[in-house]
């Protein structure tokens, strides 16, 4: 299927930019979130992304206001039942996951593909979830995702080739490139990165460096736009402690414990730049 319209569960960080590259790309988008307020702020805010855009002259007014009047804030999941592909982006939780792929397969239509832009968990078991696990598969776009060009496309046990075919066909759509990879804990970008970004954040409890100098050391000694603890705060330091919690639970390797300051931050409510403050503070 070559899909007109297009769900986004979860309007966080990855659901709003998803909503905005797919609007863009010509989809009818409806975004949902538990809560209605995130949704509707989340598509507030990509209209004047988009106005950002126009301000710098790379799209013009008229595509703005097209890609806005194609977005739409749903107020449940019950709003996705006539659309045709759906991605979720919910928050990286098994069980938040597990529940809304079971309610979702009720909900959709039987020939609809359901994709999850989850960073690290079994797509295998959230097409268990459903009746149709040939028709889920990861579809995992990095952040921010109308900059960045990569999609990891993640195949469980039962997906199909006609499955991967469509998300790949859909990426292509967005302006993306794709990278095909195995349904194993944190895929292939995580499985390098977060233990990466883990051993940033040990270094700062082992008094290696400030924030600023080890970000500093990683950007300037191995030519990367951004050091491991800004690029956590980018990423969510929730996010990034349930995709370490992944990695060292399935694969049971001591390597990938997360480090202690990590689910302290957790803990105290610091996720980052979404929450304002993590390993900086932010206005
Ligand atoms: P986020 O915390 O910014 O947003 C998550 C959203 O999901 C919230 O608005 C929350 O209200 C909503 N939500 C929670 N339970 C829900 C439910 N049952 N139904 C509908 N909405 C629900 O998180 P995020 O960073 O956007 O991450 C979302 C997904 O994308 C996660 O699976 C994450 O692993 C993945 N991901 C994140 C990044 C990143 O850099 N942050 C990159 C790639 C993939």
New binding site residues.
């Given amino acids: 299927m070559n899909p007109k319209s297009m769900g986004v569960?979860?309007?966080?960080?990855?659901?709003s930019g998803i909503a905005q590259v797919a609007a863009q790309s010509g989809l009818e988008v409806v975004v949902?979130?538990?809560?209605e307020k995130?949704a509707k702020s989340a598509v507030d805010q990509i209209g004047l992304a988009l106005g950002r855009l126009v301000a710098k002259e790379k799209i013009s007014q008229a595509d703005r206001d097209a890609a806005v009047s194609r977005l739409k804030v749903g107020k449940g999941?019950d709003d996705l039942a006539v659309l045709e592909f759906v991605v979720e982006?919910?928050?990286?939780r098994l069980d938040?996951?597990v529940?809304?792929f079971a309610k979702l397969d009720r909900i959709l239509a039987p020939d609809v593909t359901l994709a999850?832009?989850?960073?690290?968990?079994s797509i295998t078991r959230l097409g268990a979830a459903t009746k149709r696990p040939d028709k889920v598969i990861g579809m995992?776009?990095?952040?921010p995702v109308p900059v960045m060009k990569l999609v990891e496309v993640v195949r469980g046990l039962a997906t199909s080739d006609a499955t991967v075919d469509e998300v790949v066909g859909l990426a292509r759509r967005f302006g993306k490139t794709t990278v095909s990879t195995k349904d194993l804990p944190g895929f292939l970008v995580n499985r390098v990165l977060m233990p990466m970004i883990n051993e940033g954040i040990y270094a700062l409890m082992e008094g290696l460096g400030s924030p600023e100098e080890i970000d500093t050391a990683m950007r300037l000694g191995t030519n990367q736009p951004m050091g491991p603890l800004a690029l956590a705060d980018?990423?969510?330091l929730?996010?990034c402690l349930?995709?370490m919690e992944v990695l060292h639970t399935t694969f049971g390797d001591p390597k990938y414990r997360p480090c202690p300051i990590l689910r302290h931050y957790v803990d105290a409510g610091w996720?980052g730049k979404?929450s304002g403050r993590g390993f900086y503070t932010y206005q």
């Fill in positions: 569960v979860g309007a966080g960080i990855m659901g949902v979130d538990a809560d995130r999941l982006a919910a928050t990286e938040v996951k529940d809304l999850s832009n989850t960073s690290s968990i995992h776009f990095m952040n980018l990423i969510g929730d996010t349930s995709i996720h979404k």
